[in-house]
C-alpha cells in the first residue's frame, strides 16, 4: 500500500478537528429498501467511516476537492487523485481512498 | 364468507360501549384498507376535523387471507384514520403493522377494530374471542409499550413459560391456547400526544407513520390486546398448499443452488432487511405465516424485530463515532420501540438538527436553546437523552415532538431549510425516504398525490441492480434494460404493453406514460397491498431469475391465494379496479378535508435544489432506466431537479387520466358513478367539492 509521510502537527490537528456546516461533506448511504440517504460529514473520521459503510457512495471530485481545501492535505490529495485515476471500479476506488485515509488518520491521531 | 371472520368489532370510547359491523356489507371492498375507508366514510360525517378531535374515527383492518397460509399476507394490519403528522392538513391517512395481531385479531373472531370516541380516563381493551372489556389503564399509562405488553401478558394468561398450554378465561367460553395475547401499545410519546407517536407490537413491529399513537393518545387509549383460539374458513384448503408449495418451487429461494435465485423478491436468498452490522449472532424472524423472515432475533437480545429504518436511525452515528457497530446503535433503536417514536422522523430530525448545531443557531445558548450534546452524538447517553426529551417533551423535546417540520416553523426557518433542502422533507411535511422525487417520480408523485410517503418499493429494483452493478464496475449491468422495461411492462394489467411507463429520462417524467405508470401504482397498491395486504417487502415481484421466463409471481400469484381462501373467482385486473374505487374514496375525503390541486405540490428544493446538491458534489450515482435517443440504457438521474410548471402540466394529464377534474383535482360524478361510488358523489356535491365533468 502507498505510504503517506508523516504528517506535521498542524496538518495532524486538522485531520482531527471537526469542520463546521459550511465545509462539511455529503456522503449517501444506498440501499435497495432506503434508496440514497445521504450523511452529511463533519470530520476526517467520519469521512473514514463512513466510507466503512455498506455501500458508501461519495462523490470522488468533491472527496478530492475537501481534502485539498478544507483539510490542506496536499500529499494525500495527490496519492487520492493518482488512485482514482487507475482503471478500477467505484468500489475499488472507494476502498482504496479508504485505506488511505484511515493510514493518514492513524498517523494523525500518532502525532496528535 | 370465506376467509372472514363476519364480524367487525366497534368501540365507543366515551360511552364505553361495544358493538359489531357485520363484515358482509363491506366485503366488496376486499379487506384491510378498502374496508377502512369504506367505514371511516360511512361513520364520520364531519371529515374536515383534526386527529386529536374525540370524533376521529380509527380502523384496525386484517384481511381475508390473514392468519392463513397465503405467503407474506398472513401478518399485516391497516390502521387508519385522521392522523396528526402531516401538514398544512393532517390527512386522512394509513399506517400498516406486521407480527402477529391481525392473526391473532382473526382468531379471535374478528375481521377488525373501529375506534371512536374518547375515553375520560386511560383505558386498554382486553379481547378474548368473543368477550370485550374496556378496562382501566391507570396502571399502565407512563409505562413503555414493551413494559405494558409484559403486564398484560401476565394479566391475561397470568405467570408460566411462553411454550405452555394455558386456559384463558376460566371454565366458561375458555381459550386453551399456548400464545400470549397479540398487544397493540402505545409508549410516551403517544401519551403526550407527540405526532411522532406509534402504535407498538412486540418487540419491533410498528404502526409508525400518521402518528397514531398520539391519536389514540388522544383518545386515552393505551393499549388492545387480543387473543383467541378460532380457525379460519377456506374456501379451498387444498389449493391454498398447492398454490404455496407452486410458489415456493417456481419463485423462492433455491436451497440447492442458491445463486439462481438471486434476483428473487419473493424469496430472496437473505431476506432480512436491516442496516446495522450482522455481528452478532441471530436467526432470522418473520411475522405470522410468512416464508421469509426479514428481522432478526439476537443472542444480545438487543434490537430484536426491528427492520428497515428503524435499524438506521442510529447506526451511522454510532459507527462514525466509534468507527464499528457498538451496541449503541440497537438500543438506540430499542428506546425507540419503547417510547413508541417514529424513526423515520427521529433519523431525519435528528441529522437536521446536528446541522443547525454545526451552524452555529441550536444548541446552548444558541438562538435555537438545546442542551444536547453533540459531541456525545453516537453514545448511547445521547440517544436516550434524544428520545427521552421527544417522548416527554422535555426541553425543546416538546418541539422536536410536533415533528421536525412544525418544529422549523416554530423556529422560524421553515421556509429557509426547505428552499435549501436542508430539512429533506419533500412532501405533506414528512421526511423524505430516500428514493428522491427528483430522481424516482413514481415515489414521489405517488406520495404527493396521497396523504404520505408512500413506502411501497414496487419498483426501486429498477434502482438499485444498475447502481449497485456500475459501482462495482459492470458495464452492462443485467438485466437489460430494454427487457427488463418490456418485461415489467407486460405484467402492469390492465395498462399492460406500454414500456415508456418505465422512461425514467427527464423529457418523460412529465408524460401520459407516468401518469398511466402513477395510476397503476396506486390502483394496485390499494387493493392488493393495502386491502388484501401483500407485504410490501415481497410483493408485488415483476423479474424473477429463477423463474424459466424470468418473470417474477406477479400477476399470477396475487389472485391464486385470495381465490383459494375466499373461494372467489378474481382475477389480478378485478382487484386492480376495486384499487381503483378505493382511491377515488380516498381523494373523496382528502376533497373533504380541502385538498385542491393548488396545494399538491412539493417542497420548494425538489423545484430549485438538483437531486445530489449544486456544484462539484453531484451526489450519488443513481441509475433507472431510461429511452434516449431511440435507445433503452440504464440512465444517471440525479443532477436534476423537478420543473414546477411541467409538474403542474403532468398533474393535469394525470387527473385526466384518472378522470378528476382538472382545475381542482376533485373526483367528478361521472367518474364515480362508475365504479360504483354514487353516495359519494352526493356527498361532495352537498358539500360543493365535487369536481367538474
Redesign the interface.
Known amino acids: 500500500m502507498t505510504k503517506l509521510a508523516k504528517p506535521n502537527k498542524t496538518l495532524a490537528s486538522r485531520i482531527l478537528t471537526e469542520v ?2 459550511r465545509k ?3 456522503g ?15 470530520s476526517f ?2 469521512v ?3 466510507l ?4 458508501p ?1 461519495i ?1 470522488f ?2 472527496l478530492l ?1 475537501w481534502v485539498q481545501d478544507v483539510m490542506s492535505d496536499l500529499e494525500l490529495t495527490s496519492k487520492l487523485k493518482t488512485t482514482l485515476h487507475q482503471d ?5 476506488k472507494s476502498l482504496r481512498c479508504r485505506e488511505l485515509m484511515e493510514q493518514r488518520l492513524a498517523q494523525s491521531k500518532a502525532v496528535g | 364468507m370465506n376467509g372472514y371472520m363476519e364480524k367487525i368489532l366497534r368501540l365507543d370510547l366515551t360511552d364505553r360501549k361495544v358493538s359489531i359491523i357485520e363484515t358482509k356489507a363491506y366485503k366488496h371492498w376486499g379487506g384491510g384498507h378498502g374496508m377502512g375507508s369504506a367505514i371511516f366514510w360511512d361513520l364520520l360525517k364531519n371529515k374536515a376535523i383534526s386527529g386529536f378531535d374525540p370524533h376521529n374515527v380509527v380502523t384496525l383492518m386484517t384481511s381475508p387471507l390473514s392468519g392463513t397460509l397465503a405467503p407474506g399476507a398472513s401478518g399485516r394490519l391497516e390502521i387508519q384514520g385522521i392522523g396528526v403528522q402531516s401538514s398544512p392538513i393532517e390527512w386522512f391517512t394509513r399506517s400498516n403493522i406486521g407480527g402477529r395481531f391481525g392473526a391473532m385479531l382473526k382468531f379471535a373472531g374478528w375481521d377488525g377494530i373501529v375506534i371512536e370516541g374518547r375515553a375520560d380516563k386511560p383505558v386498554w381493551i382486553d379481547i378474548r374471542n368473543e368477550k370485550v372489556t374496556i378496562k382501566d389503564a391507570k396502571s399502565l399509562w407512563g409505562v413503555d409499550t414493551w413494559k405494558t405488553q409484559q403486564q398484560i401478558w401476565r394479566e391475561v394468561c397470568g405467570s408460566g413459560e411462553k411454550q405452555d398450554w394455558r386456559t384463558i378465561n376460566g371454565k366458561q367460553a375458555k381459550i386453551v391456547t399456548t400464545q400470549r395475547p397479540a398487544v397493540l401499545a402505545i409508549g410516551q410519546a403517544g401519551e403526550n400526544l407527540g405526532r411522532l407517536g406509534c402504535i407498538i407490537h412486540d418487540a419491533g413491529n410498528a404502526c409508525g407513520q400518521g402518528g397514531f399513537g398520539g391519536v389514540w393518545g388522544s383518545k386515552n387509549l393505551k393499549a388492545i390486546s387480543v387473543i383467541g383460539d378460532q380457525s379460519i374458513p377456506v374456501a379451498d384448503p387444498n389449493a391454498l398448499i398447492e398454490a404455496r408449495l407452486w410458489a415456493q418451487n417456481q419463485y423462492a429461494m433455491d436451497l440447492k443452488e442458491s445463486n439462481k435465485s438471486r434476483g428473487s423478491f419473493f424469496g430472496p436468498a437473505n431476506p432480512q ?1 436491516i ?1 446495522w ?1 450482522r455481528s452478532q449472532d441471530a436467526r432470522p424472524q418473520a411475522c405470522v405465516g410468512c416464508h421469509a423472515g426479514c428481522r432478526e432475533r439476537s443472542a444480545s437480545g438487543l434490537g430484536n424485530e426491528s427492520s ?2 428503524e435499524t ?1 436511525f442510529y447506526s ?1 452515528y454510532d ?2 463515532k466509534h ?2 457497530q457498538s451496541h449503541a446503535a440497537r438500543i438506540a433503536t430499542d428506546l425507540l420501540q419503547q417510547y413508541g417514536i417514529n424513526a423515520f422522523e427521529a433519523k431525519n430530525g435528528l ?1 437536521y438538527i ?2 443547525l448545531n ?3 443557531v441550536l444548541g446552548p445558548g444558541k438562538s435555537i436553546a438545546c442542551d444536547l450534546d453533540f459531541s456525545q452524538l453516537g453514545e448511547i447517553e445521547f440517544a436516550e437523552k434524544y428520545t427521552r426529551a421527544i417522548a416527554y417533551r422535555e426541553g425543546i423535546g416538546d418541539d422536536f415532538a410536533e415533528g421536525f417540520y412544525r418544529a422549523a416553523k416554530r423556529w422560524g426557518r421553515l421556509e429557509e431549510d426547505l428552499n435549501t433542502g436542508t430539512l ?1 422533507y419533500s412532501y405533506w411535511g414528512l421526511p423524505d ?4 422525487p427528483r ?2 417520480v413514481e415515489w414521489g408523485y405517488g406520495s404527493i398525490l396521497g396523504d404520505r410517503d408512500i413506502n411501497e ?1 414496487d419498483f ?2 429498477l ?2 441492480w444498475p ?2 452493478q ?4 459492470v458495464p452492462n449491468p443485467q438485466p437489460d434494460p430494454e427487457w427488463a422495461v418490456n418485461a415489467i411492462a407486460s405484467k402492469l394489467l390492465p395498462l399492460e404493453g406500454d414500456p415508456l411507463m418505465l422512461d425514467f429520462s427527464t423529457p418523460n417524467i412529465y408524460s401520459d406514460h407516468i401518469a398511466k405508470l402513477v395510476a397503476w401504482h396506486r390502483h394496485y397498491t390499494r387493493f392488493w397491498k393495502q386491502s388484501i395486504q401483500y407485504c410490501d ?1 415481497r410483493w408485488p415481484e415483476f423479474i424473477n431469475s429463477k423463474a424459466k421466463n424470468g418473470l417474477g409471481i406477479s400477476g399470477e400469484g396475487e389472485p391464486k391465494f385470495f381465490n383459494a381462501v375466499t373461494g372467489n373467482n378474481y382475477n389480478f385486473v378485478d382487484g386492480i379496479g376495486i384499487g381503483e374505487k378505493i382511491w377515488n374514496l380516498d381523494n373523496a375525503i382528502w376533497t373533504l378535508q380541502g385538498r385542491h390541486r393548488d396545494i399538491v405540490h412539493f417542497s420548494n428544493y425538489i423545484y430549485t435544489v438538483p437531486f ?2 449544486f456544484g ?7 441509475y433507472l432506466p431510461g429511452k434516449e435517443n431511440g435507445k433503452w440504457s440504464y440512465i444517471r438521474v ?1 443532477n436534476r431537479h423537478l420543473d414546477k410548471s411541467n409538474f403542474e402540466e403532468w398533474k393535469t394529464k394525470y387527473y385526466v387520466f384518472e378522470g378528476w377534474d382538472p382545475q381542482t383535482g376533485w373526483p367528478t360524478k361521472p367518474k364515480l358513478s362508475s365504479i360504483g361510488l354514487e353516495h359519494v358523489a352526493t356527498e361532495l356535491f352537498q358539500n360543493n367539492r365535487l369536481g367538474r365533468s
Not at chain 1, 29 to 35: A, H, T, V, W
Open positions: 463546521d456546516y462539511h461533506i455529503t449517501y448511504q444506498l440501499s435497495e429498501r432506503g434508496g440514497a440517504r445521504p450523511v452529511k460529514l463533519y473520521e467520519e473514514v467511516n463512513f466503512s459503510a455498506p455501500h457512495r462523490d471530485e468533491a476537492v478500477v471500479s467505484d468500489y475499488e | 432487511i442496516f452490522s428497515c429504518l438506521a451511522n459507527k462514525m468507527g464499528r441529522d446536528r446541522d454545526k451552524m452555529g429533506n425516504h430516500g428514493y428522491d430522481a424516482e418499493h426501486n429494483f434502482f438499485w447502481s449497485f456500475k459501482w462495482m464496475g417487502l445530489g446538491g462539484s458534489q453531484s451526489g450519488p450515482p443513481y440525479n
